[in-house]
């Protein structure tokens, strides 16, 4: 079935420092990718929408400068956490949107466990 | 603001037995409902999607969706000590198919 690679799957970074979260889909295009973050013991919050070759989409509350999205290609997205602080540790997840010739489907990526110290 | 209620128990369902999982929302206009099944630290698994009001079954697993009450439920019939996890109900959203807005999730543990 469809996969998307989500890498890294952890990720240890001191304050301040930036950090890159690749979601890829393996076998099929994904015109549109969703980032969630889910804090413990919460649910997944939507960040952004992106859509491939246009802006992201941020959802109310997330600094667009702080969280980067690219989305170049039909098969790779990528969250850049920029500056991170302890506050935004948490477990960052896509979900891709892929377009078959009946339906559409979603397929999420494994996650990132982002800690910041 | 759209919203998506769940109980967070935890529930605990005696293994064999039938768990009962509901869920609320707030956007009238709402076509699209899932469950999903999270493990803890892993991304979410799809068990179900209902679109239409009524029952829709899957082996164990039997959602129901009602409309008029903003309502979606799932039952899980024999109840296994795999089923042990979080389950998120999640409503799709009409200006982005795909964007999901999700519950605070429900805990089952399935006791032996």
């Known amino acids: 079935g469809a996969v998307v690679s989500q890498h890294p799957s952890r990720v240890i970074c001191k304050s301040g420092t930036s950090v890159k979260i690749e979601c890829r889909s393996l076998?099929?295009?994904?015109?549109?990718m969703f980032w969630y973050r889910q804090f413990p013991k919460q649910s997944l919050m939507l960040m952004a929408t992106s859509n491939e070759g246009s802006k992201a989409t941020y959802e109310q509350g997330v600094e667009k400068d702080k969280f980067l999205i690219n989305h170049a290609s039909l098969t790779l997205s990528t969250l850049t956490v920029t500056s991170a602080h302890p506050e935004d540790s948490s477990f960052y997840i896509c979900s891709a949107r892929a377009r078959g010739p009946t339906n559409e489907k979603l397929f999420f990526g494994s996650g990132t466990q982002l800690s910041v110290l | 603001q759209k919203e998506v209620e769940q109980n967070s128990g935890p529930l605990s369902v005696p293994e064999g037995a039938i768990a009962s999982l509901n869920c609320t929302y707030s956007d009238r206009v709402s076509q699209s409902f899932f469950w999903y099944r999270q493990y803890s630290g892993k991304s979410p698994e799809l068990i179900m999607s209902i679109y239409s009001n009524g029952d829709k079954e899957d082996g164990r697993f039997t959602a129901q969706l009602n409309k008029a009450s903003q309502y979606v439920s799932l039952l899980i019939r024999d109840s296994q000590p795999s089923d042990s996890a979080t389950y998120l109900c999640?409503?799709?959203?009409?200006?982005?198919?795909?964007?999901?807005?999700f519950g605070a999730g429900t805990q089952v543990v399935v006791t032996p």
């Open positions: 999640a409503e799709g959203g009409t200006d982005s198919w795909g964007k999901l807005q």
């Open positions: 076998d099929f295009q994904a015109t549109t």
